[in-house]
């Protein structure tokens, strides 16, 4: 396993030897500094825009390459403290303006005007800063030359005024919200945009071609600002909340009266470190989360994946990113990348269990007591990412006949990522790095059996570019783990779901007793075509068995190696039938490191955008017999049935104020139907106003899920232990309902409401015969028996073996969540937030879904509720 990885890093790096060069475009935008003070209104009524101004749009949307239909012309100004762009949209039709007012970084289909900055001129990274015709704002930063993330919020201002001519916009943006270099004079990279909403049109200052790749390296030059010394960023952001929990509770808890009052104070900091580095630290944060997971039904044996929704790892997230980059189209056909970082963990839910308890006062979530972050560049080029953090120890209080005791079920821990990526030759090649560590701290030793002690992550990646065009690209990472614990945690984990160690029929594996660590690689090499009608990606990768990233990263399996190819054609020049089309075909399998071929199949997908704006995708798969390892949860092989899998869907013109969406799809096995739709309404009665709801229905049929496993010497076909299943038959039906009202810029209101109802009847409950089989013995056949009442078989009637107790596993769960949250910036980076938060759910031990019995049931059962105050205001110093 040392040799494969050390191989695996010289065929991806070798590459970044090969150096080309790249021509410059002519096209140049003249700065002019600013002989007056310019006040953002929106007005356009300072000297620095009486100039001439850049007008030269082209479109990329709808008619590329034509001018654009109507006139737009951009003005830059600077001053000693900031950067000042202004544009004016000319419109022949001012009153078609599309005002469509929403909350900062709603992209809405809108009249926008959009600026690009490449302050480092590195060709591959930027900021954008966008504003609306009605005002709202957005913005976020470049990245991999093609990839935006709109998490980053600065600190600017941006005005519009609507006018006879049309509109136009003032923008101010601070030159501590930048990064550059120190420099008598600046040489950056910008670009415009403009959108007319009504037209769907896009044109730009220079654009990216539909069959090509690459948008910042395209930015045309901003010259002839000089005498400008990057700002020192100090920022402080302090906040004051205060937090109200009404809960359901016991009459006789004495933990838990049914309330509790929550007051908070901390800090959030901005620290620049010279003009290229960042400190953003926090002090007794608030992690809290203003919106809601969503409600699962995990039936499976890999751990539910949530998105991150805490603005401090959100922001500049794009910098931890591991494993992209060069490459601008990524598949993966049943494969997923070893996740290094997956900051949920920070602040996780505490991991340790309890002892024999009446009552218990248990922690919602892991205390953060402080976390610091380091983003920017460094040397010659480097892009450097750090995160430090450090969680407080946590202990549950419980009550046995009226004795309390303290619990610890967390130790004192600390997490830490570092993240480095160097290009070279303006982008054409790149190497980066990454490590990560998590150290913990026990008091209890009990616990050390339980959570691993230490962990260790770290890996290369990288890409090359193969020729002087940029047309193909060849991208590779290459990772490992280390995590170490006691014997009995060990044991532990190379039993759970993501290794399943166990199984008795494995040649390889094997569980070893006095393991106190565990060591794992992964990696993956991809070629990837950027430019032209013909598209063509293929990858092959590897995760060992022993790869285990999740005390700080996220990874549901091992023990696989997967390989793909996807090749395909697009038409993406108008006609009077469609305005482009894609059909894409790929072949794809997966083997586990034992050679068994685990996953395997064909596909195809297309996509067609309609001249009326709608746009139709459909797809097919077909996916041969193959070996199962996972379906017995760490028992032997079974084997996967054929498959054939197809879908459909269609979006309308996402311009009008009633826009649908539809998807529909199958997937069948033999005698394994499974049926799934999901269809979305928005409705824009105001432009200040949106509704959607978004309702999902799906039902299906698995003739062998895992419900047992059970000690038998008798069973010596499956090694002496009985692999239980049933026959499930599953409906769920929710939806995702949402109301947005901005009542400016500043201030908005949001509604989200999620209600679940799902529903599971087992019956058939059987055994596995064989392994590397499909076949079952159902109780009640063969000479076995079973009483449905009490749920207990019997494998062979009369005979040696011993009953067993399956237990009813029927369940029908309904759930309600939703979160109203206000929020109001009253000046610059300085916000308001009123959340209220509430959930409920009820369940029943029974498998028959009741749509209206449900929502009865859900709607008089007791909610839990939060209310939250939050204040912040942001200084500058």
């Known amino acids: 396993m040392k040799v494969g990885p050390a191989l695996f890093v010289v065929l991806v790096f070798l590459p970044l030897c090969f150096l080309f060069s790249q021509s410059s475009t002519p096209i140049t935008i003249q700065a002019e500094r600013a002989t007056q003070s310019i006040t953002v209104d929106g007005f356009l009524e300072e000297q620095a825009w009486k100039r001439s101004g850049f007008s030269t749009f082209m479109q990329r949307d709808p008619n590329q390459g034509e001018a654009a239909t109507e006139k737009t012309e951009v003005w830059v100004a600077y001053d000693d403290e900031a950067l000042y762009v202004a544009a004016r949209m000319y419109e022949s039709a001012p009153d078609s303006i599309m005002r469509i007012l929403g909350r900062r970084d709603a992209f809405t289909t809108a009249d926008w005007f959009t600026f690009f900055i490449d302050p480092y001129y590195d060709r ?188 401090f790892f959100i922001e500049s997230s794009s910098t931890f990113e591991f494993g992209y980059g060069g490459s601008n189209d990524y598949w993966g056909f049943n494969w997923s990348t070893p996740n290094l970082f997956y900051s949920r963990r920070i602040g996780r839910s505490p991991q340790g269990g309890l002892p024999a308890h009446d009552y218990a006062e248990l922690p919602v979530g892991t205390h953060i007591l402080g976390a610091a972050k380091v983003t920017g560049r460094v040397g010659e080029g480097w892009n450097i990412g750090t995160i430090h953090a450090a969680t407080k120890r946590e202990f549950a209080t419980i009550d046995r006949a009226g004795q309390r005791t303290s619990v610890e079920m967390e130790p004192m821990t600390y997490y830490g990522v570092a993240r480095a990526q160097k290009e070279f030759n303006n982008g054409r090649q790149a190497i980066g790095f990454i490590t990560g560590l998590t150290k913990r701290s026990f008091d209890d030793n009990r616990l050390k059996d339980q959570i691993n002690s230490d962990a260790l992550v770290g890996g290369i990646d990288g890409w090359a570019f193969l020729d002087s065009n940029k047309t193909y690209v060849l991208t590779g990472w290459t990772s490992f783990s280390h995590v170490a614990g006691t014997p009995n945690r060990m044991i532990a984990l190379q039993r759970n779901s993501a290794h399943y160690f166990q199984r008795p029929d494995a040649t390889r594996l094997r569980v070893d007793s006095s393991a106190t660590s565990l060591t794992g690689f992964a990696g993956r090499l991809m070629l990837n075509k950027q430019n032209g009608r013909m598209s063509l990606n293929a990858a092959v990768g590897f995760v060992d068995p022993n790869m285990d990233p999740n005390d700080l990263g996220f990874l549901g399996r091992t023990d696989v190696i997967n390989g793909h190819v996807v090749t395909g054609y697009k038409w993406t020049d108008p006609t009077d039938y469609y305005r482009s089309v894609s059909l894409r075909f790929a072949t794809f399998g997966n083997l586990d490191f034992e050679g068994n071929k685990i996953w395997h199949g064909y596909f195809h997908n297309g996509y067609v955008e309609l001249p009326n704006y709608y746009n139709v995708y459909w797809g097919a798969a077909y996916n041969p017999e193959t070996i199962n390892n996972r379906r017995t949860r760490g028992g032997p092989l079974t084997l996967n049935t054929p498959g054939r899998e197809l879908w459909i869907g269609i979006d309308s013109d996402s311009r009008k104020s009633l ?186 031990n029974t498998g028959e879904f009741k749509f209206n019995d449900s929502m009865s049931r859900l709607f008089v059962a007791k909610p839990d509720n939060i209310l939250m105050l939050k204040f912040t205001y942001w200084w500058s110093i």
């Open 659 to 844: 826009v649908l969406s539809f998807w529909v799809s199958s997937y069948a096995r033999k005698d394994e139907p499974s049926f799934y739709i999901e269809s979305s309404l928005q409705w824009k009665p105001a432009p200040n106003l949106t509704f959607s709801a978004g309702p999902s229905y799906s039902t299906s049929t698995t003739l062998a899920q895992w419900v047992n496993v059970f000690d038998d010497a008798t069973a010596t076909a499956t090694y002496g232990k009985r692999y239980v299943f049933a026959t499930l038959d599953q409906t769920s039906l929710s939806a995702n309902i949402r109301l947005n009202w901005t009542f400016t810029p500043a201030l908005s209101l949001q509604l989200f409401l999620q209600p679940l109802i799902s529903s599971g009847e087992y019956y058939d409950f059987k055994e596995l015969v064989r392994p590397r089989s499909f076949d079952f013995r159902t109780y009640g056949t063969e000479g076995s028996t079973f009483d449905a009442e009490t749920h207990t078989a019997d494998p062979d009637g009369s005979g040696p073996a011993s009953g067993i107790q399956v237990g009813n596993p029927d369940f029908n769960f309904k759930s309600l969540r939703g979160n109203a949250v206000l929020r109001w910036e009253y000046r610059p980076g300085s916000t308001l937030y009123l959340v209220w938060t509430q959930s409920r759910s009820d369940f029943e």
């Open 124 to 311: 591959r990274t930027g900021f954008f800063f966008s504003v609306s015709a009605a005002g709202t704002k957005g913005d976020g930063t470049m990245y991999n030359d093609d990839w935006d993330d709109s998490s980053w919020d600065g600190v600017w201002e941006g005005e519009v005024n609507i006018d006879r001519e049309g509109w136009t916009v003032e923008m101010r943006i601070p030159y501590t919200q930048l990064r550059f270099h120190q420099m008598p004079k600046y040489l950056w990279g910008v670009n415009f945009k403009r959108d007319i909403g009504r037209k769907n049109e896009r044109s730009y200052a220079v654009y990216t071609p539909r069959n090509e790749s690459g948008f910042v390296s395209r930015f045309v030059d901003l010259v002839g600002i000089d005498n400008v010394v990057p700002a020192r960023q100090f920022e402080i952001l302090p906040y004051l909340n205060t937090r109200a929990e009404y809960l359901q509770h016991q009459a006789n808890d004495p933990f838990n009266n049914g309330s509790r009052y929550l007051p908070g104070l901390g800090a959030d900091m901005k620290i620049g470190l010279g003009s290229n580095l960042t400190l953003n630290a926090t002090v007794n944060p608030d992690f809290g989360q203003v919106e809601v997971d969503p409600a699962v039904v995990n039936l499976s044996d890999v751990e539910t994946f949530f998105q991150e929704k805490r603005p």
